[in-house]
């Protein structure tokens, strides 16, 4: 297949596996990415191989996201998560030799540039900030689990399908709630996530590893995990079915998020001990309402499908997916900073900006998560005016949506076979001018 790669991006290679006709998963992508990214079996950030291996049981941030990368450019992950620059005196005692190859990856991060300065300030700017906030993050998460379970319970015994869509929708905002959490350091929170019969581990990989790193390119697998249905980046062989008719069975799509994502991970991997978790509601239902299996299993059925609607509605429409916000296939900008592309793939919601709870449960303040993930995202509206300060003095405008503008934009993207022929930075130019 050929690549129109933008001549910033030339030597960005295309994944090879993105031709093939796998299933693709998480822990495949894995394997894959490992071949083109010539860490050679360590742990590479920017130039330099690691051997992390005597740190996996040290490791503050939890032994699982470096088991995870093992073989892998870890870069803008490393970057993105560790604002205190001190984390580079220890990561230097792991030091094994140089990368014999060029970083597979077009982005930079420059002293001076614009992600290395707002990481500096955000740093100083937390060390101010008020503390104890994320015990609201913890109450939501918590009281939307304990209500998933009542109201199940509810519907159940009742027979009460008013009582199960209420199920549905707290158990969609525990599990958007839980994705601040397995960002994180280990957690047992985190876990939340796993309700939904979506895998924390596989997450970790096809959300934070790689759609947060690479957003809207064809090394976002979150993204290109969705084809051949779902095809949001302009390509002129995008096939007439989905270009003509995505706005037609997108609603099977989604009713089939949390199930399709279940059966695909357990026909490839197996069944984990996490995996039982998912099975908490049922087993709830069953053992407090006095109704039958059967009547459990259905109810729970019905709890599910409308909640992976839901959930799917919210994260396909949250932030990426409009025709003026950057896709590969597009002019990217000249400056390759990770941060400001970071940006020019982000699309923020008004309706939720710095909102609580609302935020939480909608994956609102998405351009400063997307670019520190593990800060709690109860703490990410203080960190506004020194991000909005950083953004004015690089001529950065961030792009302001809203909620129903993207809705609608997710579609028209999905039509899109042709790339934007302007730069992010041109077409703020020309707003500006």
Partial sequence: ???????????????????????????????????????????????????????????????????LTKGLDITEA???????QDVDLILQKFYVRDAKTPRNSPYTMEPGGFFRTLKSRVYEEMKTMETGT???????????????????????????????????????????????????????????????????TDWRITHSLSHHIYTNTYHDLELMMMEPFLQWLPKENKNWLAKNFAWLYTPVVYLSVYHGQALIRILRHGVEWQDAIGLATPTIMYLFSGASLLQCVGMW?????????????????????HPDIFHEGDKPRKDTDWGLNQLDAVGERVEVK??????????????????????????????YPVFERTCQEFNVKLSHM????????????????????????????????
Wanted: with cysteine; aromatic share 14%.
């Fill in 301 to 321: 059925s019905f709890i599910m499908l409308f909640s992976s609607v839901m959930f799917a509605t919210l994260g396909f429409n949250a932030a990426h997916h």
């Fill in 78 to 84: 490393y970057e993105s998560s560790h604002l205190n």
């Fill in 354 to 383: 710095k909102t609580f709870p609302w935020s939480h449960l909608s994956f609102g303040d998405h351009a400063l998560h997307h670019i520190f993930p593990t800060i709690d995202h109860d703490d990410l509206a203080q960190l």
């Fill in 134 to 200: 994320k015990m609201r993050s913890y109450i939501l998460i918590d009281s939307l689990v304990v209500m998933t379970f009542v109201m199940a319970i509810t519907a159940v015994k009742f027979h009460n399908y008013t009582a199960g869509f209420i199920s549905a929708a707290c158990l969609t905002g525990a599990s958007i709630a839980a994705h601040n959490f397995f960002h994180q350091k280990d957690n047992w929170r985190m876990y939340y996530f796993q309700l939904s019969l979506m895998s924390v």
């Fill in 402 to 433: 809203t909620t129903w503008e993207l809705i609608l934009g997710q579609f028209k993207q999905l039509m899109r076979t042709k790339g934007n022929t302007t730069s992010p930075e041109e077409r703020s130019a020309i707003t500006r001018s």
């Fill in 1 to 67: 297949m050929d690549r129109k790669w933008s001549s910033s991006w030339t030597d960005w290679k295309y994944p090879a596996w993105m031709d093939g006709g796998e299933v693709r998963t998480g822990r495949w992508w894995i394997a894959k990415k490992g071949e083109d990214d010539g860490a050679e079996g360590l742990w590479r950030v920017h130039d330099k191989l690691y051997d992390l291996t005597s740190w996996v049981n040290k490791h503050p941030g939890g032994k699982q996201w470096i088991t």
